[in-house]
């Protein structure tokens, strides 16, 4: 899969920045990147801390971008813009010390067109990653919300999970944006979406408030899009198992093959594509943050560099 995704990524020249270049695992995943002339990475340090940091764990980064925010020729540029784009919810004194950040200073890279992606989260946290994404890149056009997904990866099997890591609790109309985002980002890596809207209740064998939910969502993408695959609200079973689907659903071409995952709550989906992980062996790509106008990603602050590695091939592959 990382084949055919390299080679999307090198027929569009891509730059990334990475918000913590002393890093080892940015640093190993940056150089080989390099090396593999795959994209152009841009690394966010003090230079001399990040060529020490470099040195110490033998990676060459000769010829990387080593960008430190406390030395920018174009710092008063980039304040001056994020004090435009946060319109009074920041003083200039306080977009001057966001700008010294990795995580702002990077984002503000992207929306400068100075670069054309950011992955973050190695020692930042989640919320550290997407508060300046929302607040400087936002979402793109046609999107109301920022969500997230996991392709879990297991041979040649692969399936999209949504939401497991941003909306805690989405309404009908986030978990439409969701699928749409979902369905997005599972033909990145060659999905073809099948999408099932997850509950305890197929198709009203159920009853309760988040059956309800899924229902609707799964009638407001039809009435927009009636030919879109999608079926809900149904339970997993019957979602991946063509005989199952013969019993609890009638006349539906999606059910029984879906690939694609939407689950009720943030609750359901981390259970769910971690129980996926960890009892069935695949291994989870993400989280893939979506519906941001700029590829944008998060890493775990426990991933390793060939982590670091992929994640960088797919926020590249997103744009």
């Known amino acids: 899969m990382f084949k055919s995704l390299a080679e999307k990524v090198k027929q569009n020249p891509f730059r990334l920045v990475f918000t913590e270049g002393t890093d080892s695992r940015i640093l190993e995943a940056a150089s ?3 090396k593999d002339k795959l994209l152009t990475p841009i690394l966010i340090g003090n230079v001399d801390e990040v060529k020490a940091a470099a040195k110490e764990n033998n990676f060459d980064i000769e010829g990387i971008l080593i960008l430190d925010p406390l030395n920018y020729d174009k710092f008063d540029e980039m304040v001056d813009l994020l004090v435009e784009l946060r319109k009074g919810k920041m003083d200039k004194e306080q977009c001057i010390e966001a700008c010294k950040k990795g995580n702002y200073f990077g984002t503000m890279l992207v929306k ?19 508060r300046p994404a929302l607040q400087i890149v936002k979402t793109a056009p046609g999107n109301n919300i920022v969500s997230s997904s996991f392709i879990m990866v297991k041979g040649d099997e692969r399936y999209a999970f949504a939401d497991c890591a941003i909306n805690l609790e989405p309404t009908e109309d986030q978990l439409v944006d969701i699928a749409y985002q979902t369905v997005k980002t599972a033909r990145v890596f060659d999905i073809d979406p099948k999408v099932a809207m997850l509950s305890y209740s197929t198709l009203g064998s159920g009853k309760g408030a988040s059956v309800d939910k899924m229902r609707n969502a799964t009638e407001k993408v039809l009435a927009s899009n009636p030919d879109f695959g999608i079926v809900g609200e149904i339970q997993f079973d019957a979602a991946v198992s063509p005989t199952v689907a013969k019993v609890k659903v009638k006349d539906n071409d999606v ?3 879906c690939n694609t995952f939407i689950f009720p709550d943030i609750t359901s989906g981390n259970i ?11 291994e989870a790509l993400g989280p893939i943050l979506q519906g941001l106008a700029a590829p ?15 994640m960088s091939l797919i926020t590249a592959a997103l744009k």
């Open 32 to 34: 080989r990147l390099e």
């Open 112 to 130: 400068m067109g100075l670069a054309d992606g950011l992955l973050g989260g190695a020692t930042y946290s989640t919320a550290d990653t997407v």
């Open 296 to 310: 944008i990603n998060d890493l775990s602050r426990g991933c390793n560099a060939e982590e670091v590695y992929k």
């Open 255 to 257: 059910a029984g093959y």
């Open 272 to 282: 769910g594509y971690k129980l996926v992980q960890r009892l069935g062996g695949f």
